[in-house]
């Protein structure tokens, strides 16, 4: 029995190690060659928002978005270009991003954290991810991607970016730059953690295409969660009702915006999002 905790006291320290330094390795990509980008950037420079001690760095004023790429340790891995949420104003970039892929990678996950436009800048933002998810088909050799594995994964507002990714994959958003934008850039699932933004009135969003070829789709919320709620309920029952696959994982508590960190019931998550993964065949 000693050997055998010993054993797995190795592993553990290993499979940290492993994350640990992948997320040491990563640096941005700019994701648009140098004037190449559509739409339009902030009128300020990027910074840091103050910090308001919670740990949670905030990034606004974005405009050059880049990726970090996170490379799971197996190869041909499942991967996600990663939104973290922050109201289309900035992004909590280590609360929903970095320490997100670092769970990823433990799973044998590729992460691909996305730093997308704000403030304001729902169509920069949209952009941003799609031409994400066609980089990862063009580099998926280099970034250790299985290119019928890879998926989206959005916090709030980067719920509401994912949500729209996998619904308006279709519609041109920019004209094609170079040969990564003849890539599709619908994604192969979709996992929105207490998505934003998905109802208006009590009706599906407008931007939200139901008839679309959406992929499987994971929807995490909470009921205590006020304010976006209904939307993942109205969003669940038009899945429904369009016979698109999707699951809800509706927790009592844990409010919005909790990311790995929550102490409630919906401190459930991460591991039922684990099992759905392994239901749909995307983890192995």
């Known amino acids: 029995m000693k050997d055998l905790r010993s054993h797995i006291f190795v592993i553990l320290i290993a ?26 950037g902030a009128k300020d420079p990027e910074a840091n928002m103050p910090d308001r001690g919670d740990g949670v760095r905030r990034i606004t004023n974005v405009s050059t978005p880049t990726i970090e790429i996170f490379r799971a340790a197996k190869q041909n891995a499942p991967a996600v270009i990663v939104s973290a949420g922050g109201g289309y104003n900035y992004v909590t970039y280590n609360k929903e991003g970095t320490e997100v892929a670092k769970w990823l990678n433990a799973n044998g996950i590729t992460a691909i954290v996305l730093k997308y436009r704000n403030p304001n800048n729902r169509a920069g933002a949209l952009q941003d991810v799609q031409r994400a998810i066609r980089l990862a088909r063009t580099n998926t050799k280099q970034w250790n991607v299985d290119p ?34 003849k890539k599709s850039a619908r994604p192969d699932f979709a996992m929105l953690i207490y998505p934003a933004y998905l109802e208006k009135d009590g009706r599906i969003a407008a931007e939200l295409n139901l008839r679309a070829k959406i992929p499987p789709t994971l929807i995490v919320s909470t009921e205590d969660d006020r304010s976006f709620v209904l939307g993942c309920k109205v969003y669940h029952a038009a899945l429904d009702e369009a016979k698109i696959q999707n699951k809800f994982l509706l927790y009592p508590t844990g409010g919005h915006g909790y990311g790995l960190r929550s102490d409630k019931a919906a401190k459930a998550w991460p591991e039922d999002a684990l099992e759905w993964l392994r239901e749909m065949k995307i983890l192995k």
């Open 15 to 40: 499979a940290i190690f492993t994350a640990t330094q992948a997320l040491a390795q990563a640096k941005p990509v700019e994701i648009w060659p140098l004037g190449k980008m559509p739409g339009a």
């Open 148 to 181: 019928k594995r890879l998926g989206v994964m959005g916090f709030s507002a980067g719920g509401h970016a994912s949500a729209r990714a996998s619904t308006d994959f279709d519609n041109v958003s920019y004209r094609a730059i170079d040969d990564a934008d």
